[in-house]
Each structure stands twice: as structure tokens, then as C-alpha cells.
């Protein structure tokens, strides 16, 4: 073929790093570890995708980019020890991938998925590549498109060596933070790469929602304008919610249809589409027994947007028995109601985030991984979806207290939620009373609710369990575990 390879070959020269699978996402990857100084090749199995990027390369300031049609000559192009980043979709493409390129390769050259993986796909593609003498990590990558061209969140995990081997490459093309250093490091052994950057998209879930329903309850409620909203949203970027995602937010209520009258936002379908890792994120906190009922009630946010044609119709249902879309339409004092959506905005935020800090630490605790939440929260301080300043407060969190049973009872933390659960209170009660459905907030109150009281109703559910099904229970007065007759005590009152 037609490549750049052309000019290597003649001063028999090998880049430093191959790059398959050429979608929007590999592509900018590629151009960025090319703008960081690094030949790399590239390839992918639809062809004309390896075309596209070597004139991107060309365009973009003629990066070495250097594209390949077939897979022997794109592994061949690369010095070893080879390192090989794949950015193809997870499942089977992946197991297909490494296939194809694995015949081409040699003990001691490493590959690199840098998909979002279920993270037992990637410890079981590390024992069978170690079986061909080939180093494997799973790496997470935070950032979307814009972070993958300009410098992404990296999250890799497996095996050490292999990181080592990348190592020089990863800490110049990720997100650089100031005082902060660049957004990588190595996560742990196993699939604990991938786990983490799960449980960072269940965050993502939850902050999303939570930005929703703030947006929710001032639109229908405080009936504020796009205009309005824009800078509220703006407002609230410059203090302690500063974030990508309120940054964003704000671009949105700005940008007016170019295919009609009035704003884009409004003629966005309300039915949320998903992937699969906040899913995933739920179902591992499940099986670990923690409770994530802030990510899971985004979860179920999504799950309810996408009935869309059966809301329609209940809506007209309700209607007819009086119940209007807003339930109480009472005045509102716009200024008070946007400082409190803003006070209770952060507030569940720190829920969705200690929520997800557990998660990751008892999956840690569990497979032995030995992860550092403090360096966790560094990493997604630039580059990732979530990144926000508010990330550093978390880091400092666990610098003071790397044990930490949960974020809300880090003094700082627990002072900010006592400060502010007063203006939480005031709108989960206006949502519920004008008929608004707050999930993640309410969920996250109600975690905050329950983490902090010393003694709940749960005695009586353990009760019941023992009545109708013998479970025994233990007392709060005397060692050991009892079982009572209930139904026979019972019974014999009644008479």
C-alpha cells in the first residue's frame, strides 16, 4: 500500500507505538500521542478509516502517523518490545483483535485495551496472552473525544511491566493539571483499570441526573428561561460546583436551533440513551452489598426516559383525574430557589461520589488490588467527565484519612452537608409537592438520612424475618443470637 511507511522503511526506522481500531476515539488518541513527540503507527480493519487519519495527521501540523492496510506489516512497523493500544468496541471485537495481531507478535510485547471492558474480560485476556508471553493491560479512558485529541483521564490496570513499558508515553499525552501533575497512574493489578473507570461512568450517571433534576425543578418550578438558566448554570461554574459537566450545561441553554425557532434543548428528545457501565457499576454494588441508591436512581431515571410513547399516554391518564404536569403552581422566590437547587445540588453530589468511593474500595479490599482513592480522585481532576474542583477536596479527604469509612463523615465534608441540608430539605419537599420527581436527590438525602442515624427500623424487618422464617436475630442487650416463637406468642394473646 500507500503509506508513510514507505520513508521508515528507507532509513529503516520503527515508530515507538502502534494504535488499531481508527473510530473518532482512536483516531484523536493517536494524533495526540503522535503531537506528544511519539511515531506511531496505526490501523484498522476497515481501511479507509487508516487513510482518514494519516491526512488528519497531515492537516493537524504533519504528525508521524504512519498507517498500515494489513496487520503483519502494522506489528512489524513498531520497535520492540511492541506496545499495541486497541480502541475497538468491548465483547468480541476485542477477543477478534487481539487475535489478529497476536500472530504477528512477540514474548515480551505488551497490548493495551483502552475500551470501556467489563473488567473480568480483561483479567482473563491477560492470562491467555500470558500463555503467548504477551503483556496485557486494561485501560480506562476518560474525556470523551475532545479529552482523547487534548489530553484524557487514563486509568490502566494488569500487569505493572507492561505499564512500565508505556509509562513515558501515558504521563505526556494525559490531561496535565496544574500542582497536580498529569491525570494517569497505575491503577492495579487485574481488571482494576477497568472497574475503576466503571464505577467513574456510574458517577457520571449520577452527577448527570442530579444536573437534570436541579434543571428540572428551576424550569418547572422557578420557570426560569434558557437565558436565564445559561446563566445561572455559569454562575454556579465559578464556585464550588465548578466542573466540566456545569460548564457544559451552560453551553447547552445557549445554543439555539438551527433547524427552527427557540433553543436546541428544547427539541432534544427526553429519552436518555446508555452503554452499559452504569448498569454494570449498580449490579457490582449489589453483589457487594453496597448501597449506591443515588447512581442507581439515575440508572433508573434512564430506564423510565425510555418509555417515552407509555409516559405520553399516562400523562393524558392523570390529566383527566386532575393531575397536571406541575401539581402546585404557587409563587416561588426565584433568587432563594436557585441558592437552594445549588445548595442541594452539591450536597447529593457528595452522596453520589462517597457512593461510588466505597464501591471501588470494597472491590478492592476483595480481589486484593490495594487502590489509593485519594490518587483516584487526582487522576479525574483533569481530562475525565467528572473532572471538578471539587475532586481535589475529595483527594485531601483521604490524604487526611486514607482509611476513611465514608466522605461524609470527613470533618470538612460533614460540615459542608450539616451547612447545607436545610435549602436539600426545602427543595426535595417543593419537588415532591409540586409533583417533580427529584430521584437522585431524594435518594441521596434519604443515604444521608439513614448513613447518619445510630439506630433504624431495620429491628423490625429482622423481627419479621424471624417470624416467618426463623432467621434469629441478635439483641442489643445480651450477646448471641435468639429465635422467638412469634406466632405461638402471638397467638396466645389473642386468646
Not at 229 to 242: H, I, M, P
Not at 306 to 314: D, F, I, P, Q
Not at 386 to 399: G, H
Request: net charge neutral; with cysteine.
Amino acid at each position: 500500500m500507500i503509506s508513510l511507511w514507505e520513508d521508515m522503511a528507507e532509513t529503516k526506522q520503527l515508530t515507538r507505538i502502534g494504535l488499531a481500531g481508527l473510530a473518532v476515539m482512536g483516531q484523536n488518541l493517536a494524533l495526540n500521542i503522535a503531537e506528544k513527540g511519539f511515531p506511531i503507527s496505526v490501523y484498522n480493519r476497515t481501511t479507509s478509516k487508516v487513510d482518514e487519519t494519516v491526512e488528519r495527521a497531515k492537516k493537524e501540523g504533519d504528525l508521524p502517523v504512519y498507517g498500515f492496510h494489513d496487520p503483519e506489516a502494522f506489528v512489524n512497523s513498531i520497535q520492540k518490545p511492541r506496545v499495541i493500544i486497541m480502541l475497538v468496541k468491548a465483547g468480541a471485537p476485542v477477543d477478534q483483535t487481539i487475535k489478529t495481531l497476536s500472530a504477528y507478535m512477540e514474548k515480551g510485547d505488551c497490548i493495551i485495551d483502552g475500551g470501556n471492558e467489563w473488567y473480568e474480560n480483561t483479567e482473563r485476556r491477560e492470562k491467555a496472552v500470558a500463555e503467548l508471553g504477551l503483556l496485557y493491560l486494561g485501560m480506562g479512558v476518560s474525556g470523551g473525544e475532545e479529552g482523547a485529541r487534548n489530553g484524557p483521564s487514563l486509568m490502566p490496570g494488569g500487569s505493572f511491566e507492561a505499564y512500565k513499558h508505556i509509562e513515558d508515553i501515558l504521563l505526556k499525552v494525559a490531561a496535565q493539571v496544574p500542582d497536580s501533575g498529569p491525570c494517569v497512574t497505575f491503577i492495579g493489578k487485574g481488571g482494576s483499570g477497568n472497574f475503576v473507570k466503571m464505577v467513574h461512568n456510574g458517577i457520571e450517571y449520577g452527577d448527570m441526573q442530579l444536573i437534570a433534576e436541579a434543571y428540572d425543578v428551576l424550569k418547572s418550578i422557578g420557570k426560569l428561561t434558557n437565558e436565564e438558566l445559561q446563566g445561572v448554570f455559569s454562575e454556579w461554574n465559578k464556585g464550588e460546583l465548578l466542573s466540566f459537566l456545569i460548564e457544559i450545561t451552560a453551553d447547552i441553554f445557549g445554543i439555539k436551533d438551527d433547524k427552527g425557532d427557540g433553543y436546541l434543548v428544547d427539541k432534544v428528545l427526553d429519552k436518555t440513551g446508555m452503554k452499559g457501565t452504569g448498569k454494570w457499576t449498580v449490579q457490582q454494588a449489589a453483589d457487594l452489598s453496597i448501597a449506591a441508591p443515588t447512581i442507581a436512581a439515575s440508572l433508573d431515571g434512564r430506564f423510565l426516559s425510555g418509555l417515552k410513547e407509555e409516559r405520553v399516554e399516562a400523562a393524558k391518564v392523570f390529566k383527566s383525574g386532575g393531575f397536571g404536569d406541575i401539581l402546585s403552581d404557587q409563587a416561588v422566590d426565584k433568587k432563594k430557589l436557585i441558592d437552594d437547587v445549588r445548595q442541594a445540588l452539591y450536597a447529593s453530589k457528595i452522596c453520589s461520589y462517597a457512593q461510588g468511593m466505597n464501591l471501588i474500595r470494597a472491590k478492592s479490599i476483595e480481589k486484593g488490588w490495594d487502590l489509593k482513592l485519594g490518587e483516584l480522585a487526582r487522576i479525574w481532576k483533569g481530562g475525565c467527565i467528572i473532572r471538578a474542583v471539587f475532586l481535589d477536596r475529595i483527594k485531601k479527604a483521604y490524604d487526611r484519612n486514607a482509611d476513611l469509612a465514608n466522605l461524609l463523615v470527613d470533618p470538612e465534608f460533614a460540615k459542608e452537608i450539616i451547612d447545607r441540608q436545610s435549602a436539600w430539605r426545602r427543595v426535595v419537599c417543593l419537588a415532591i409537592n409540586s409533583g417533580i420527581s427529584t430521584p437522585g436527590m431524594s435518594a441521596s438525602l434519604a443515604y444521608f438520612d439513614t448513613y447518619r442515624r445510630g439506630r433504624l427500623p431495620a429491628n423490625l424487618v429482622q423481627a419479621q424475618r424471624d417470624y416467618f422464617g426463623a432467621h434469629t436475630y441478635e439483641r442489643t442487650d445480651i450477646e448471641g443470637s435468639f429465635h422467638t416463637e412469634w406466632f405461638k406468642t402471638a397467638k396466645n394473646l389473642k386468646n
